[in-house]
């Protein structure tokens, strides 16, 4: 606290991230971080990007990516925002189009951020709980008096994925707001809805490239939308930081989407891995939702999960606790890591 804070400053409730320590290693499960490598042929984009020409700024409209983008998700280059990692996107989305003095809806249990954000805006949250089984039910989005919906799909803490047909049961029932689909995870196994963007006016598409694509330390995420969503965007962006990608990330972040064969492989692994630890968890008696993602939820009837988080924590292995949240508090999240990460996490788990 500071003399100097506004009362704007002082109203703010951060964020806190996964617990990234630097202490000693972990076997890090808890921040959804890809266990393999982003791309060679990014890495090695990059590398080609660290030489004088730094000097100059990057391009500020992003267009190579952009055209990838595009290419990728058979979309125009216009229906394309890139940002400073999805959550930048959000934070965009959530000032432009959900600011507008109705509330915004979104879920009860999901991705901690929206709240921030909307505390931010001065967005009042219209919370809609999932049912009983963590599942998003599109008819309680029927009727609001809002201005704008956030959907998760897949869905996080939980995993749990919705069908297109879901999805567009929603913005079919709210063509007059915008809804915001954050694909974070999409890549493990859902049906994406940027398919949809040129039948729905509404429509926005959030992914990143921090998860599937394994390169959360570039900080890329975009949105796929109609051109005059992507527009709205662009006048945000550009009347707040008109470089938010540097020379480094915009050819990284290209020649990751252009290798789609490489995001293939390791969405691939990640997906086997993730099938075996289930049933790994599930021998120990866990419950394990359905994951469409590259981390599992779990609960266990007789072991309590702050105690399995911080003797997990004494082996040296980091996962996510929701200590402090309604309804999850005795969940664990437990990102996918790489095979001998997952089965030393099963010997640990063992010990107790
Ligand atoms: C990780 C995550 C993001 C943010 O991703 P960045 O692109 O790294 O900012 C957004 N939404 C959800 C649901 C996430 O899990």
Request: net charge negative; charged share 20%.
């Amino acid at each position: 606290m500071s003399r100097f804070w506004t009362d704007k400053i002082a109203a703010l409730d951060p964020y806190v991230p996964g617990e990234q320590p630097q202490d000693k290693q972990y076997i890090k499960l808890n921040t959804n971080e890809s266990p393999y490598g982003p791309s060679p042929k990014a890495i090695a984009a990059m590398q080609e990007q660290v030489t004088e020409k730094l000097r100059l700024y990057p391009d500020p409209n992003c267009q190579v990516l952009k055209n990838a983008i595009a290419k990728s998700y058979a979309v125009e280059p216009n229906q394309v925002f890139v940002g400073n990692g999805s959550d930048e996107v959000l934070a965009l989305a959530f000032m432009g189009y959900f600011a507008g003095g109705k509330p915004l809806a979104f879920a009860d249990i999901t991705y901690s951020f929206y709240k921030v954000y909307a505390n931010l805006y001065g967005i009042t949250p219209d919370i809609v709980p999932l049912n009983d089984e963590f599942d998003i039910v599109p008819s309680d989005y029927d009727n609001l008096d809002v201005s704008g919906i956030v959907i998760t799909n897949p869905n996080a803490p939980t995993g749990k994925a919705l069908p297109l047909a879901d999805i567009e049961h929603i913005l079919k029932a709210n063509p007059d707001i915008v809804v915001l689909v954050d694909e974070a995870y999409v890549d493990f196994g859902a049906q994406s809805a940027t398919t949809l963007v040129n039948q729905y006016p509404n429509l926005i598409v959030s992914q990143t490239l921090s998860k599937s694509r394994a390169l959360a330390g570039i900080r890329v995420g975009y949105a796929i939308a109609h051109p005059d969503l992507i527009e709205g965007l662009e006048r945000l962006k550009n009347s707040f930081n008109s470089y938010p990608i540097d020379r480094i990330a915009l050819a990284g972040a290209t020649a990751a989407v252009e290798d789609e064969a490489y995001l293939a492989d390791i969405c691939k692994r990640t997906v086997t891995t993730r099938d075996w630890t289930v049933t790994e968890l599930e021998k120990l008696g866990f419950e394990v939702l359905p994951s469409a993602t590259n981390f599992v939820f779990v609960t266990h009837p007789d072991k309590a999960a702050e105690s399995l988080y911080l003797g997990l924590k004494e082996q040296g292995i980091l996962v996510r606790y929701f200590g402090n949240k309604p309804r999850i508090g005795n969940f664990l999240r437990i990102t996918i890591g790489t095979d001998a990460e997952m089965a030393a996490l099963v010997t640990a788990l063992k010990n107790f």
